[in-house]
């Protein structure tokens, strides 16, 4: 059971937890990781802008990846687009699964691929204006470690 | 073609999409870079430097060596910084 979306409104890490664990008996264990727009450097906000449609469907793939790499249960990816201010919630993975090993492994195989390949971009607001972010290298080789051409 | 544009490469050609016949002698998304780079000072600055850009072929990520056809979605945008 597999959710993915992307939307403006906020998540509630708790209800998207208990919609996991409530997949069954044979879940034992459900590793959940949320991102959050950091305060950095006098940050006002992050302003999120996405591909629609190209976002869903590469947060897909690597979800199908991440079930044929390991024995999975339910994964639930949510990201959010638009104006976000420090401490919000900006990004939830959740993976459920009878193993912790390929829970967590599942996770971070999500969250590398999420950071490299899903296109969203993020624009910093300080009080000096606004900047589009810079990728970083290190991302691109979290994403590497795991070995998949795309 | 459809063309579509985010993040500053948006900001720079002042635009998130447009239609486009594909022009002739294009063929590849290197070649439509080119082609696209001498529309104007938009698209000059935008696309200046191609090492800059990635690009994606009808939702799917390609290399600039991809070739290209008339019906496709192309879009064109800086390495991405979700997550």
């Not at chain 1, 624009?123 to 590497?144: L, S, Y």
């Not at chain 2, 985010?6 to 290197?30: C, D, N, S, Y």
Request: glycine share 10%; with cysteine.
């Amino acid at each position: 059971m597999n959710t993915i979306r992307i939307q403006t409104d906020p998540f509630d890490v708790r209800s998207e937890c208990d919609g996991l664990a409530k997949i069954g008996g044979s879940v034992g264990a459900l590793v959940t990781f949320t991102g959050q727009v950091r305060g950095d450097g006098g940050l006002i906000s992050l302003s999120l802008e996405h591909y629609p449609g190209m976002t869903e469907c590469e947060i897909a793939r690597h979800v199908d990846e991440a079930e044929a790499r390991w024995p999975l249960l339910g994964v639930t990816v949510i990201h959010r687009v638009g104006r976000l201010v420090p401490g919000d919630g900006i990004v939830f993975v959740g993976v459920a699964s009878a193993h912790r090993k390929a829970a967590f492994a599942a996770a971070e195989f999500l969250m590398d691929y999420l950071k490299t390949r899903a296109p969203l971009w993020k624009q910093e607001e300080r009080a000096n204006g606004t900047e589009w972010v810079d990728a970083k290298g290190a991302d691109d080789q979290a994403a590497a470690r795991w070995g998949t051409k795309d | 073609m459809k063309l579509l544009y985010f993040a500053w490469v948006k900001q720079k050609i002042g635009r998130g999409e447009e239609e486009l016949r594909l022009p002739a002698g294009v063929a590849t998304i290197a070649e439509l870079v080119a082609f696209l780079r001498a529309r104007g000072p938009g698209y000059a600055e935008a696309f200046g430097d191609p090492k800059r850009l990635r690009a994606a072929r009808n939702q799917t990520h390609v290399n600039f060596e991809a070739r290209i056809e008339d019906v496709d979605e192309i879009a064109f945008f800086p390495p991405v910084t979700g997550g």
